[in-house]
């Protein structure tokens, strides 16, 4: 990362950010920044499909980011190995908007 955050790996542990608030309406989860300047400035929301969603609800500061890509390919039945690189890029994706805290 460029901004002076740790690389986000199979070892990093991340917690959502005190900056924004997660909440899980009707069935999705939206996340809603509470600070200017974070996130990206053409929206106010966002909203996690499906696996964004079981991703981010694992993601609390305990686990390793390896650990959540084992307990997702379980729920969703598919290769540890296909889910760890989808894992890594969401958590890289959300520690740049500033949505989570990362530390290795």
Do not use: H
């Amino acid at each position: 990362m460029t901004d002076g955050s740790p690389a986000i790996s199979l070892t990093t542990i991340c917690s959502p950010s005190r900056d924004v608030v997660a909440r899980e309406i009707e069935g999705d989860m939206v996340i809603v920044p509470l600070v200017a300047g974070i996130g990206d400035a053409d929206d106010e929301l966002y909203t996690l499909n499906e696996t964004g969603k079981a991703i981010w609800k694992r993601l609390d500061g305990r686990r390793t980011i390896g650990d959540v890509a084992r307990a997702i390919a379980v729920e969703f039945d598919v290769p540890v190995a296909q889910v760890e690189a989808d894992v890594v890029g969401f958590a890289r994706e959300m520690a740049e908007l500033r949505f989570l805290s990362a530390r290795n």
